[in-house]
Structure formats: structure tokens, C-alpha cells
């Protein structure tokens, strides 16, 4: 990621330096997880769609730890896999929207506060700002070479209400919470970083 572009890591302290964490990763470009994965302080787990996992790509993604997704239906082995990387104390990745759009976290699917209100795990927000704001000449896929891509990480903070139940009114409750506190990271991190 350093030697293609110009990543600029602010917050990065705020990663709990051992045990679970989940970071909700907005989602404007497809370089955000690998972004993320290049420059964060500790390895990252990212629920990938099963589609990106063919060819060679299927046996790197498995190899650095990357957990593959059938987003049509409920997987249960994802599942089990996302909340055993967060059992082990890993660092698990998801892009709360489930999809790549506008990134700025306007449409929130349940699955993030399921892992983080049944793990326990806090949440660091993450803003990737700049992914999207220029394309490449040789590669339009991606952004420019050389672009600068901010990585603005976000106080971590526990999703539920502390009562320790699982409902499907406690997980609509933490989906609110958590959709309030990424929305005011992502103005923080644009005000911070000018973009």
C-alpha cells in the first residue's frame, strides 16, 4: 500500500492493542479492505463476498486470513468463523453496508451489531477517505498511483446496552447506536483530514 500510494494512518492508537475488536469500515471503493489491511496495527479479518474468492485470489485471501461470505442467504459457517476469529482475540473487519455504495455508512445491515452485541468486542469506526476521489491512468479500477488515501481510525465504543441480551429489539437498538456513532466519526474524520 506505501509503495502504490500515499496512505495516511491518523488514530491508529486507538485499536485495542490485544483482544477482539471489530472495525466498521465504510465502503466507497474496493481498495478499502486492502487499505486497511496494509496499514493497520494489527492484522485484520475481513468478511469477504464468496465471489472474489476464485482463481488464484481463493488461496491468498484463505491464506491471510480472509473469511469468504455467501451474502444471499444467511451463512452460518461464516458466521461461526467471524465470531471464532473474535473468541481467539483477532481483529475482525466488516463494511457495515455489506456492499460497496457512497460510504458513508447510510444504510447499516443488522450483521454488525449481531458480532459485536454476541462477542462482546468493541467497535472502532474507520474512515478510508480519498480511495474514490481520483482514478488511475494506467488502471481506472483503482485510485491514481502516488494519490494520497486517509485512514482515519475512531474511539472505540460497545454496542449494546449492557444487559447482556441478544433480542431482535437489542440488535435494532445497537444498529441505531452504532449507525449514529459511525456517522459522526465519518464528519469527524472529513473535517480532520479536509476531504
Known amino acids: 500500500m506505501y509503495g502504490l500510494w500515499k496512505p495516511r494512518v491518523l488514530g491508529a492508537w486507538r485499536v485495542p492493542g490485544s483482544g477482539p475488536a471489530i472495525l466498521a469500515v465504510n465502503h466507497s471503493h474496493n481498495i478499502d479492505g486492502p487499505m486497511l489491511m496494509g496499514t493497520g496495527p494489527r492484522p485484520v479479518h475481513f468478511l469477504i463476498k464468496k465471489e472474489a474468492f476464485i482463481g488464484p485470489l481463493d488461496p491468498f485471501l484463505r491464506g491471510i486470513g480472509q473469511l469468504k461470505v ?72 483503482l485510485p491514481a498511483l502516488r494519490s494520497r488515501v486517509d485512514v482515519v481510525f475512531g474511539d472505540a465504543f460497545e454496542a449494546g446496552d449492557g444487559s447482556g441480551r441478544r433480542t431482535r429489539r437489542t440488535l435494532d437498538d445497537a444498529t441505531v447506536r452504532i449507525q449514529e456513532r459511525l456517522t459522526a466519526h465519518l464528519e469527524n474524520a472529513r473535517r480532520l483530514t479536509g476531504r
Not at 78 to 99: C, H, K, R
Not at 112 to 129: E, H, K, W
Open 70 to 141: 455467501d451474502r444471499t442467504a444467511a451463512d452460518r459457517a461464516a458466521i461461526t468463523d467471524a465470531l471464532g476469529v473474535l473468541q481467539d482475540g483477532g481483529v475482525l473487519g466488516i463494511f457495515p453496508e455489506g456492499t460497496r455504495g457512497e460510504g458513508d455508512f447510510a444504510s447499516l445491515r443488522a450483521g454488525l451489531a449481531y458480532f459485536a452485541v454476541r462477542s462482546g468486542a468493541p467497535i472502532v469506526p474507520v474512515a478510508v477517505l480519498g480511495s474514490a476521489e481520483s482514478r488511475g491512468r494506467l488502471i481506472p479500477a
